[in-house]
């Protein structure tokens, strides 16, 4: 459990208690219900993470882009719902060499234009995978309700497999920037689990060259 979600939870149970106490407990269910829900949305479950030369997806959600770059690497788009969890991971094991904030709008997260005009923290992660140097870049991505991102990590932190690094709050979308030594593993329409699902692997690894 995120400590978000107990924050909101007891705040929305103080206004609960105060409408009884002032009219009546039918009164209050709205704030209980939403309560209850605050304490589901900022739930933290534990993942399996995957070893191998791999990278995981940094968060749940449906992979609504993949874009080719001119370098022959990718972008993948993920978009998390309301209903996601919304705790973010690192798709590789390494150091934080970079950490950018970039002011912007709040489109609609699931739309292209997310990417590049969006709010959002922008993390280089580089690290040894499969026994090949690589770089991984992800970006946590504002969304239309979501307006507020936490990163608990600084540059210069060492990352484990699938670390938690932070979340979005309410609604969101993460885009993964890969290097042409990455094959991608998903499809947009995929369904996809931070920290235990599998993205891309390695081309090095398999002996593509």
């Not at 407990?25 to 479950?45: K, M, T």
């Not at 489109?107 to 140097?133: C, D, F, M, P, Y």
Request: with cysteine; charged share 20%.
């Amino acid at each position: 459990m995120v400590v978000y979600g107990i924050y909101y939870a007891l705040g929305l149970v103080a206004a609960a208690a105060v409408v009884t106490w002032l009219l009546s407990w039918h009164f209050a269910i709205p704030f209980y219900l939403l309560a209850g829900f605050c304490l589901w949305f900022f739930r933290d479950p534990e993942r399996e993470i995957p070893s191998g030369p791999v990278a995981v997806s940094p968060a749940d959600g449906k992979v609504v882009l993949i874009v080719p770059d001119d370098a022959g690497g990718h972008r993948i788009s993920v978009f998390l719902n309301v209903f996601n969890v919304h705790v973010n991971r690192t798709p590789i094991p390494g150091r934080i060499e970079n950490i950018e904030y970039k002011r912007g709008r709040f489109l609609v997260a699931s739309k292209e234009g997310a990417s590049h005009s969006n709010e959002q923290n922008i993390i280089t992660v580089e690290g040894v995978v499969g026994g090949e140097r690589t770089r991984v870049v992800f970006s946590q991505i504002a969304g239309l309700i979501a307006r507020r991102i936490i990163c608990y990590k600084k540059i210069g932190d060492v990352l484990q497999p699938g670390e938690r690094v932070g979340l979005i709050k309410f609604g969101s979308r993460v885009d993964v920037f890969l290097g042409p030594e990455w094959s991608v593993t998903v499809k947009v329409g995929d369904h996809v689990a931070g920290g235990s699902s599998i993205i891309a692997s390695l081309q090095t690894a398999e002996g593509i060259s």
